[in-house]
């Protein structure tokens, strides 16, 4: 047992050694890469996720490990607190178990079987697998394959087009119509909020009324599926169900982390293309952007169609406000919006379509608990959080690599490599630097976004740059020509 010590980022960096020696590489990266210690009180250790459905597969599966890890480096740890980071999606509304006829009426063909000794099923991370919401037990068809929920309100009706997203909707269309198989696979990119998951779901209803054989997954569920598929020994059967289906849609992509998961994607992806079955993809960048992904999936994927959909301009923002509007007034007939209020809102609230719809929904809220009539005073009231015209653009890691790299004549791949010659040294320590000032990102969020490095890299790079930039007025006259490129 070690000396005691108070429980800090030294303990944790020993428990994730231990966690990644005892369950493998590939199992340590799908579930413990993204887990960062927050801090600890009073015994508790404070640990946190990015997602539900993260937190949910650890404490069900990893939590009487994690406490044992723990307590040999802190004897006074008596609790372990798993919290979620930032805002997550509700989980659709429970409904009634559906049944799962085998498909075709002889094979069984889901991924999992049932004796599942890891207590997949029950720790699904949607009640219905199968289906979308309580009351549309016609979206637990046989033809979606135990996929993520698809919500029944993403079809391509309720999709407002504008010319940020006119090209993206039309390869959708056309791959949800079925037919010969032209873009293979299709690889949507874009913010959060700009409709990446509208479209993958729209794709996937319309296929399956279609009759087609539908899987519609997050990266996540992937990995899920996969690493439970490998504890049971089912993986044959998940790799038979996977190459059996007719259109595959992963989302999240930026999230399909480890390489033995990372191989079978790629050999899936192959095998699906090879047989003309259609795939589709989605994330938050480019495939060249997706640094943690192996080479040759960014290279298969790449080899598709890639579409980014952009922010929205003032005339789809408008027509998405407009809308949502109607939509609410099916609900709630009284309930009006004046158009100067339409376009103070389509003017202010830039970022994404979500934004659009939040804006809505908290006028309606104030209208209907206040009975006060919409006016453009009240809005700029209810909404002065959300309006972002008068902050900075928000700075991506991406965007510091990319223009640290322009301007110090280096690649991206260098800044990632563990090369160690001072040509990469400093512009990687400087771009670091950048991340941590002009980001929200972590310390150790930054260091996996540039190989994987410790937090305490980070935190040496920062430092170092800091006093490098007080002594040379050069580094420093650098440094503010760098912000400003990326303001811009």
């Known amino acids: 047992m070690h000396v005691q010590e108070a429980p800090g980022p030294e303990q944790w960096d020993r428990v994730k050694k231990r966690l990644r020696a005892e369950l493998g590489e590939d199992v340590f990266t799908s579930w413990f890469a993204r887990v960062d210690m927050e801090g600890h009180n009073n015994g508790t250790v404070r640990l946190s996720v990015p997602t539900r459905f993260l937190k ?44 799962r006829p085998a498909l075709g009426g002889k094979t069984d063909m889901r991924p999992i079987q049932v004796n599942d000794p890891v207590g ?6 949607a009640p219905a697998m199968m289906g979308g919401r309580a009351g549309r037990s016609d979206l637990s068809s046989k033809d979606v ?30 791959v949800a119509g079925g037919g010969v198989v032209t ?6 990119h874009a913010s959060v909020g700009l409709g990446k998951t509208h479209l993958m779901q729209a794709i996937a209803n319309q296929a399956r009324m279609a009759g087609r054989r539908v899987l519609y997954l997050t990266a996540e569920h992937f990995m899920y599926r996969f690493v439970a598929a490998l504890q049971a020994q089912s993986a044959m059967s998940f790799k038979e169900t996977l190459r059996s289906i007719d259109l595959l849609l992963i989302d999240d992509m930026q999230f399909l982390h480890g390489k033995q998961v990372q191989q079978e994607f790629c050999h899936t992806l192959n095998a699906l293309i ?19 992904l192996d080479d040759r999936v960014r290279s298969r994927l790449a080899g ?37 209020v339409l376009d103070y809102v389509a003017r202010n609230v830039t970022s994404s379509g979500r934004d659009l719809e939040g804006a809505l929904n908290r006028l309606v809220a104030h209208n209907q608990l206040t009975n006060s009539p919409v006016t453009l005073e009240m809005a700029e009231i209810t909404l002065r959080d959300l309006i ?25 791949a260098d800044l990632l490599s563990a090369r160690r010659t001072r040509t990469i040294v400093r512009p990687r320590q400087i771009a670091m630097y950048l991340a941590k000032m002009m980001t929200p990102r972590s310390l150790p969020e930054i260091g996996r976004r540039f190989g994987n490095r410790d937090h305490t890299t980070v935190l040496h790079a920062v430092r170092k740059i800091e006093e490098l930039s007080k002594a ?16 811009a």
């Not at 650890?58 to 980071?85: A, F, P």
């Not at 997949?120 to 991370?125: G, N």
């Not at 029944?152 to 056309?174: D, H, I, M, R």
């Open 120 to 125: 997949l099923r029950a720790a699904s991370p």
């Open 183 to 188: 873009f293979n696979p299709l690889y949507l």
């Open 472 to 487: 040379d007025n050069g580094l420093a006259q650098e440094l503010e020509l760098l912000k400003r490129m990326l303001d």
């Open 274 to 292: 090879d047989g003309a079955r259609q795939v589709v993809v989605a994330a938050d960048r480019a495939p060249a952007e997706l640094e943690s």
């Open 388 to 412: 972002r015209a008068a902050e900075p653009r928000r700075v991506k890691i991406e965007d510091i690599q990319r223009v640290v790299s322009k301007h110090y004549n280096v690649t991206k």
């Open 56 to 99: 949910q597969w650890i404490q069900s599966h990893y939590s009487e490990r994690l406490m044992g890890l723990w307590k040999n480096e802190c004897d006074d740890i008596h609790k372990i607190e798993l919290t979620v980071r930032g805002a997550v999606r509700p989980r659709p509304a429970a409904a009634k178990p559906a049944a």
């Open 145 to 174: 394959l135990e996929g993520a929920s698809l919500d029944p309100k993403y079809v391509f009706e309720s999709f407002v087009e504008g010319e940020s997203n006119v090209l993206a909707l039309a390869a959708a269309k056309q």
């Open 304 to 340: 598709g169609l890639v579409v980014n959909i952009s922010e929205p301009d003032f005339q789809l923002r408008r027509a998405i406000i407009e809308d949502r509007m109607r939509a609410q007034q099916r609900s709630y007939p009284n309930f009006t919006v004046p158009d100067a």
